[in-house]
């Protein structure tokens, strides 16, 4: 199972100048939950934006650079080498950034989205992506409080069965 995590403002801002937005504590435990002991796919740029790799997951950098090397990760140059490396068994997230959620937003098979209720300047978006085509199967949602300066909400779509 391919899946899109990510917080996305109203207007899908993700971040800009390689950096996020806002800062969600509730969020970001959301994320280490779900993705820990998972294989995480990423463009370079996405990767580099952390301090150090994440614990407990496999990094799967996506890069244009033929000579790209980091310790701790398996960098590959496309999409589809990165799926191929991925456990065919297990949930495999897509965590960013914007063009990489754009190229896997086509094969995905859930969306895990906190959709932060403002808008934002950004340079990096989540794709548009048509919530008709999607079924929604859980939403959550969080008003701002002493540690969220925003109101948000979890939201998991799921790609109903083609068949």
């Known amino acids: ?17 390689n950096e996020m937005l806002w800062h969600l504590p509730d969020d970001f435990k959301r994320f280490k939950q779900v993705t820990t002991g ?3 796919i990423m463009g370079r740029k996405t990767f580099e934006s952390f301090p150090k790799p994440l614990p407990n997951r496999t990094h799967i950098v996506i890069s244009r650079q033929a000579d790209y090397v ?7 140059n496309s999409l589809e080498e990165a799926i191929q490396i991925a456990p065919k068994d297990q949930e495999t997230f897509v965590i960013g950034g914007g063009e990489i959620y754009a190229l896997a937003l086509p094969i ?5 989205l906190t959709r932060v ?4 300047e950004a340079d990096a978006f989540f794709p548009d ?4 085509a ?29 068949q």
Not at 3 to 16: D, M, V
């Open 38 to 40: 998972h294989h995480i």
């Open 129 to 132: 992506f048509a919530a008709s």
């Open 1 to 17: 199972m391919i899946t899109l995590i990510a917080a996305a403002a109203e207007n899908n801002a993700l971040g800009k100048n």
């Open 70 to 76: 980091k310790e701790g990760c398996i960098v590959v």
């Open 134 to 162: 999607w079924q929604l199967t859980t939403e959550e949602y969080h008003p701002k409080d002493e540690k969220h300066q925003y109101d948000f909400t979890f939201q998991t779509y799921i790609r109903p069965n083609q």
């Open 117 to 120: 209720h403002a808008t934002f």
């Open 108 to 112: 995905a098979d859930k969306i895990d």
